[in-house]
């Protein structure tokens, strides 16, 4: 990962990778000197198949994807986008896996001079063509890719060494896993006759009457469920119970602990005080630094980098003022303007960084910046250098080359001299991640920017708000347990909620973040068990209860019991109303006439597709709809049961569309096919999920 990803004041991931040359990876094999199995199963997160990922690796890969989705959502660090970025890692693990261990049944591989072709070929990798392509040209540049590997065989570090193979690998793996699905492709064909049939389920039309009689005309009242009417529709249905993981059903009691009206009071007087005080610094960075809740860096900025009710004054009002305060998200805010000026809006910048500690320390690193910087002045190349002495992987593969970027995106220091300096001038900066030398290329426009002491407070509960809280939480918590906690929380007013397949890796009840001890707690409980302590969040207690564990696998009918209850209830109810139906059939010539037993009246429907097996005005029923496609005209059906109640059916009339062309029916083709294959990749991919032995340990360690 490049050190100029960290230059951000937005954390972010670079993903262009660099490294070693191709001879030297293609030679020979990476070999890893095992661990003892009792160490590396402490540390597993999870295996697939047999195939672990250890901890330290996944929780690698969980900090370069959060800091990257930090970065694309202009954030800081959350419980919630890292919680994201542990399900996005672990889902990438199972899927590379799975593909993996299918690739190496089947014996695809990628030979050394395939891979070789996939780098320096006529037809390089995308990965490769990202990487060297000119930025300012933004055509692939060979000359610089051959100049790199070049450079590299003779300085490179253990660092780059790494780099270069994870793209090497992520090269193999993007043509293995191409190979794979060009498999798949290939296998998936589509005759004429199944175009055909397809092309008449779109466009063949049908109209017929049907008489219906509705399950809710039979009132629950009216039947009475058996254990053999539950186990019937269980075994019917037996695999739509399969629990992909372990889950558990809760209740729990949420005690809130939120700011109330006095507490945002309070918060204001404060601010309220701290605006007099500030006005009357001297010391507005340093007074700033120590009162404001959150550390806003003491720097000029542009407009759009603060919250909206300071970017609409700061920007207008002389040196010296202070604003405020103005509340945004439950937070007060005051800002004291120190001193404005104009500036460019942006800058095109190259840097080369140099590693202080490598080199000895700032002053030698400095020295060393200094010498580097006299021969780019007397004309040496600047691309080259970068690509000889910069530790910044991301930007050196393109010569140094930064971009163009605004004020903000980068360290105070380094902003200072870009968006201060004259273009062309090379210029020496330190900053906490090294030594620069910077060449400014460009600065484009020119708007008005402040420097502003900015100090916030946030409305945060009293103790007088927490105590209150706590209070009634511990009351119920002293007085639940495993038998009458539902009715203890019913006598002390208390809401009780519920979950009823809450999943290991949850961070939300109901909507309302929760701890992840809370989650631990639930998935090492037993059956009926009350929580050991009183949980909390920022602003509420918890206090819950184990109601049942659901083992990954098939659910047994108990489990699945409340669930089905209404479609058991349709079933009892189906037979029924086709006991009634088939009575009003027997002697009728019609639908009309069997309607007319029932005091009902058959409804006549027009152009209905099969491929859409909608009635109007009624819902979905594919079986009604079915069965009218597989009708004579005018032949009246035996009773069907559909999703809404049980029918019959009287086709009155078909309407047959042309005839496919040559022409046609080869688009058509083409267009199924395109369909099956890329359905044909997802219900792969789900059959060797539900196939594969999946070890999903990452509770333990998030």
Same mark, same amino acid.
């Given at each position: 990962?490049?050190? *100029?990803?960290?230059?951000?004041?937005?954390?972010?991931?670079?993903?262009?990778?660099?490294?070693?040359?191709?001879?030297?990876?293609?030679?020979?094999?990476?070999?890893?000197?095992?661990?003892?199995?009792?160490?590396?199963?402490?540390?597993?997160?999870?295996?697939?198949?047999?195939?672990?990922?250890?901890?330290? +690796?996944?929780?690698?890969? +969980?900090?370069?994807?959060?800091?990257?989705?930090? /970065?694309?959502?202009? =954030?800081?660090?959350?419980?919630?986008?890292?919680?994201?970025?542990?399900?996005?890692?672990?889902?990438?693990?199972?899927?590379?896996?799975?593909?993996?261990?299918?690739?190496?049944?089947?014996?695809?591989?990628?030979?050394?001079?395939?891979?070789?072709?996939?780098?320096?070929?006529? $037809?390089?990798?995308?990965?490769?063509?990202?990487?060297?392509?000119?930025? !300012?040209?933004?055509?692939?540049?060979?000359?610089?890719?051959?100049?790199?590997?070049?450079?590299?065989?003779?300085?490179?570090?253990? !660092?780059?060494?790494?780099?270069?193979?994870?793209?090497?690998?992520?090269?193999?793996?993007?043509?293995? $896993?191409?190979?794979?699905?060009?498999?798949?492709?290939?296998?998936?064909?589509?005759?004429?006759?199944?175009?055909?049939?397809?092309?008449?389920?779109?466009?063949?039309?049908?109209?017929?009457?049907?008489?219906?009689?509705?399950?809710?005309?039979?009132?629950?009242?009216?039947?009475?469920?058996?254990?053999?009417?539950?186990?019937?529709?269980?075994?019917?249905?037996?695999?739509?119970?399969?629990?992909?993981?372990?889950?558990?059903?809760?209740?729990?009691?949420?005690?809130?602990?939120?700011?109330?009206?006095?507490?945002?009071?309070?918060?204001?007087?404060?601010?309220?005080?701290?605006?007099?005080?500030?006005?009357?610094?001297?010391?507005?960075?340093?007074?700033?630094?120590?009162?404001?809740?959150?550390?806003?860096?003491?720097?000029? *900025?542009?407009?759009?980098?603060?919250?909206?009710?300071?970017?609409?004054?700061?920007?207008?009002? %002389?040196?010296?003022?202070?604003?405020?305060?103005?509340?945004?998200?439950?937070?007060?805010?005051?800002?004291?303007?120190?001193?404005?000026?104009?500036?460019?809006?942006?800058?095109?910048?190259?840097?080369?960084?140099?590693?202080?500690?490598? !080199?000895?320390?700032?002053?030698?690193?400095?020295?060393?910046?200094?010498?580097?910087?006299?021969?780019? /002045?007397?004309?040496?190349?600047?691309?080259?250098? #970068?690509?000889?002495?910069?530790?910044? /992987?991301?930007?050196?593969?393109?010569?140094?080359?930064?971009?163009?970027?605004?004020? =903000?995106? *980068?360290?105070?220091?380094?902003?200072?001299? +870009?968006?201060?300096?004259? %273009?062309?001038?090379? &210029?020496?900066?330190?900053?906490?991640?090294?030594?620069?030398?910077?060449?400014?290329? @460009?600065?484009?426009?020119?708007?008005?920017?402040? @420097?502003?002491?900015?100090?916030?407070?946030?409305?945060?509960?009293?103790?007088?708000?927490?105590?209150?809280?706590?209070?009634?939480? $511990?009351?119920?918590?002293?007085?639940?347990?495993?038998?009458?906690?539902?009715?203890?929380?019913?006598?002390?007013?208390?809401?009780?909620?519920?979950?009823?397949?809450?999943?290991?890796?949850?961070?939300?009840?109901?909507?309302?973040?929760? %701890?992840?001890?809370?989650?631990?707690?639930?998935?090492?409980?037993?059956?009926?068990?009350?929580?050991?302590?009183?949980?909390?969040?920022?602003?509420?207690?918890?206090?819950?209860?184990?109601?049942?564990?659901?083992?990954?696998?098939?659910?047994?009918?108990?489990?699945?019991?409340? /669930?089905?209850?209404?479609?058991?209830?349709? !079933?009892?109810? #189906?037979? *029924?109303?086709?006991?009634?139906?088939?009575? #009003?059939?027997?002697?009728?010539?019609? &639908?009309?006439?069997?309607?007319? @037993?029932?005091?009902?009246?058959?409804?006549?429907?027009?152009?209905?597709?099969?491929?859409?097996?909608?009635?109007?005005?009624?819902?979905?029923?594919?079986?009604?709809?079915?069965?009218?496609?597989?009708?004579?005209?005018?032949?009246?059906?035996?009773?069907?049961?559909?999703?809404?109640?049980?029918?019959? +059916?009287?086709?009155?009339?078909?309407?047959?569309?042309?005839?496919?062309?040559?022409?046609?029916?080869?688009?058509?083709? @083409?267009?199924?096919?395109?369909?099956?294959?890329?359905?044909?990749?997802?219900?792969?991919?789900?059959?060797?999920?539900?196939?594969?032995?999946?070890?999903?340990?990452?509770?333990?360690?998030?």
């Amino acid at each position: 990962m490049g050190l *100029m990803s960290y230059l951000r004041n937005r954390a972010g991931l670079v993903v262009t990778i660099i490294g070693l040359a191709i001879v030297a990876f293609l030679l020979g094999d990476i070999i890893n000197v095992g661990t003892p199995f009792w160490a590396k199963s402490q540390n597993q997160v999870g295996s697939v198949n047999g195939e672990s990922i250890d901890y330290q +690796v996944f929780n690698a890969q +969980v900090d370069q994807t959060t800091a990257m989705y930090q /970065q694309q959502m202009g =954030g800081a660090a959350s419980p919630q986008i890292r919680s994201y970025a542990v399900q996005q890692v672990w889902n990438q693990f199972v899927s590379q896996e799975l593909l993996k261990q299918e690739i190496e049944k089947l014996g695809l591989t990628v030979g050394k001079d395939e891979l070789n072709s996939l780098v320096t070929g006529s $037809n390089p990798s995308p990965q490769i063509v990202q990487a060297f392509t000119n930025p !300012e040209t933004g055509v692939f540049d060979k000359n610089q890719l051959n100049t790199f590997i070049s450079q590299v065989n003779t300085q490179g570090t253990p !660092e780059m060494v790494q780099q270069w193979d994870m793209l090497l690998e992520n090269i193999r793996n993007e043509r293995l $896993n191409q190979k794979y699905s060009n498999l798949l492709s290939n296998s998936v064909y589509v005759t004429a006759l199944e175009a055909q049939e397809e092309y008449n389920q779109r466009n063949k039309l049908a109209n017929f009457k049907y008489l219906m009689l509705d399950y809710s005309s039979v009132k629950d009242g009216e039947i009475k469920l058996t254990d053999s009417d539950y186990k019937a529709y269980y075994d019917a249905h037996k695999n739509a119970f399969k629990n992909p993981e372990e889950t558990r059903s809760i209740e729990y009691v949420l005690f809130d602990a939120t700011p109330t009206a006095n507490d945002t009071a309070a918060t204001k007087s404060t601010i309220d005080q701290l605006k007099t005080e500030l006005i009357n610094s001297k010391t507005d960075s340093l007074f700033a630094a120590v009162n404001s809740d959150t550390k806003h860096p003491f720097t000029y *900025m542009r407009k759009g980098q603060v919250s909206p009710d300071l970017d609409s004054v700061l920007f207008n009002v %002389p040196v010296g003022t202070t604003v405020g305060p103005f509340l945004s998200n439950g937070v007060y805010e005051i800002a004291k303007v120190v001193d404005a000026k104009f500036s460019p809006d942006s800058v095109k910048a190259s840097h080369i960084l140099l590693n202080a500690t490598k !080199e000895g320390g700032v002053d030698k690193a400095t020295a060393k910046a200094d010498s580097i910087k006299g021969l780019i /002045q007397k004309g040496e190349s600047f691309s080259a250098l #970068a690509v000889q002495f910069s530790e910044d /992987q991301g930007s050196k593969v393109n010569g140094g080359d930064l971009g163009t970027f605004p004020r =903000g995106q *980068m360290v105070p220091e380094f902003d200072e001299a +870009v968006f201060s300096g004259k %273009p062309g001038e090379v &210029v020496v900066v330190n900053s906490r991640f090294g030594t620069h030398i910077i060449k400014i290329e @460009k600065q484009i426009g020119n708007s008005k920017i402040v @420097k502003a002491a900015i100090v916030d407070k946030a409305i945060n509960s009293g103790k007088a708000t927490t105590d209150a809280a706590y209070a009634k939480a $511990n009351n119920f918590f002293g007085d639940a347990d495993k038998k009458n906690f539902s009715e203890v929380a019913a006598k002390q007013g208390a809401k009780l909620q519920k979950i009823d397949r809450a999943v290991a890796m949850d961070n939300n009840f109901n909507g309302v973040e929760v %701890p992840r001890d809370l989650v631990r707690w639930v998935f090492e409980a037993k059956k009926g068990e009350v929580s050991e302590k009183i949980f909390d969040t920022d602003q509420h207690f918890i206090v819950a209860r184990v109601v049942d564990i659901q083992p990954k696998g098939h659910l047994s009918l108990e489990a699945v019991k409340p /669930q089905i209850d209404a479609q058991v209830k349709n !079933e009892v109810k #189906a037979k *029924m109303l086709t006991e009634k139906l088939n009575n #009003a059939l027997n002697g009728a010539s019609n &639908v009309d006439q069997a309607a007319q @037993k029932l005091g009902k009246t058959a409804v006549a429907v027009e152009n209905i597709v099969l491929a859409n097996p909608v009635l109007p005005g009624v819902a979905l029923e594919p079986a009604v709809v079915g069965t009218a496609f597989g009708l004579q005209p005018n032949k009246v059906s035996k009773s069907v049961k559909g999703i809404q109640g049980v029918y019959a +059916v009287q086709v009155n009339s078909f309407v047959n569309p042309a005839e496919l062309v040559a022409s046609d029916m080869a688009n058509q083709k @083409k267009q199924m096919q395109a369909s099956k294959s890329q359905r044909a990749w997802a219900s792969i991919y789900q059959a060797l999920q539900n196939k594969a032995d999946i070890d999903d340990n990452r509770i333990r360690f998030y």
